[in-house]
């Protein structure tokens, strides 16, 4: 790891599906769909135009390939919160998230992952 790394598990470069919504009292309910760009058992990154903060918590439905969970691929549904933002925009004006997940329960693959 670099020194100024703060991560403790390793990221897997995986495009994977994500689905999220911000969490907590005032937040938004509206879910987005988009694809995480990096994934760990601790954590992912995804580029979004959702109006994220630092410090926000959402809740996401990600898939989990073999690759990262060490066993079978899983569907990951957790709570996280954003830990930073990368404001340098993506061609279609989304910015980019890094989040931490606090907690999470697996479930078997569903086949909507696939379509």
Not at 34 to 43: C, D, F, H, K, Q
Not at 72 to 94: F, K, L, S
Request: net charge positive; hydrophobic share 35%.
């Amino acid at each position: 790891m670099k020194p100024t790394e703060r991560r403790q598990l390793a990221r897997v470069n995986h495009r994977t599906p994500l689905r999220f919504r911000a969490a907590g009292v005032a937040a938004d309910k509206t879910e987005h769909f988009t694809e995480a760009l990096n994934v760990s058992r601790g954590g992912f990154f995804f580029a979004s135009s959702a109006p994220l903060q630092v410090g926000m918590p959402i809740e996401a439905t990600i898939h989990m390939s073999a690759e990262v969970t060490g066993n079978g691929a899983q569907e990951m549904r957790c709570t996280a919160r954003i830990v930073h933002v990368r404001n340098e925009p993506y061609g279609d004006g989304r910015i980019g998230f890094g989040v931490e997940i606090e907690k999470y329960q697996t479930a078997a693959v569903q086949e909507r992952w696939t379509s």
